[in-house]
């Protein structure tokens, strides 16, 4: 079981927005202003959309934007395009653990 | 460019051992954590260990202690995983990431391992 728990599926038709939540606790996510969000298309390499809760890479589109209350930090994508159909994984650092990083268990993103 | 080149797939026997490899180029590797990543067929990611170059302080993932090793060779600026004696379970792609701020960017390509009799 994650440490990090996401909704398995969200669905979204094209130019609507949708948001994937990722719950934690006091001692990840709630704690830290440290939430990172992958994409992962099938047969890639994650790739890395959104770090700091908030914060885009260079190149990231701002349709994709992060946030957090409490213990549950939240992706959303506006403006859906098909390219956007991926799974998306949430990662935060943890002071439960040695290993002070945790992922979710993953959310599966279908354009409809 | 800051990037990670990981080793080619593997077809390897239960009971054998298995070095993979993760290459970084273009930061000083001694510099980032590095961290490795199972993703076992239609599954999720799960964080295995992480190591720090510069100084080898290595963590494990409770799941994975004692089942894996991570060990770094600066000189050559890379990263391995290891296994001493493969299951079939142990079928996965691995990744390995820098660690950037809080996340991990760049991500390697991904090596799979197929571990079947």
């Known amino acids: 079981q994650s440490a990090l728990t996401q909704p398995a599926s969200v669905s979204g038709s094209p130019g609507q927005s949708i948001t994937i939540s990722c719950t934690g606790t006091?001692?990840?996510?709630?704690?830290?202003?440290?939430v990172s969000w992958y994409q992962q298309h099938p047969g890639k390499a994650p790739k890395l959309m959104i770090y700091d809760v908030s914060n885009r890479p260079s190149g990231v589109s701002n349709r994709f934007s992060g946030s957090k209350s409490g213990n549950t930090a939240s992706l959303t994508i506006s403006g859906l395009q098909a390219e956007d159909e991926a799974d998306y994984y949430c990662s935060s650092y943890t002071s439960s653990s040695t290993l002070f990083v945790v992922f979710g268990g993953g959310t599966k993103l279908t354009v409809l | 460019e800051v990037q990670l080149v990981q080793s080619g797939a593997e077809v390897k026997k239960p009971g054998e051992s298995l070095k993979i490899s993760c290459k970084g180029s273009g930061y000083s590797f001694t510099s980032y954590w590095i961290g490795w990543v199972r993703q076992m067929p239609g599954k999720g990611l799960e964080w295995m260990g992480i190591i720090y170059p510069g100084d080898s302080d290595t963590r494990y993932s409770p799941s994975f202690q004692g089942q894996v090793t991570i060990s770094a060779d600066k000189s050559i600026s890379t990263a391995y995983l290891q296994w001493s004696s493969l299951k079939a379970s142990d079928t996965a792609m691995y990744y390995c990431?820098?660690?950037?701020?809080?996340?991990?960017?760049?991500w390697g390509q991904g090596t799979m391992v197929t571990v079947s009799s």
């Open positions: 990431a820098r660690g950037y701020s809080s996340s991990w960017y760049p």
């Open positions: 006091s001692s990840d996510v709630g704690g830290y202003n440290y």
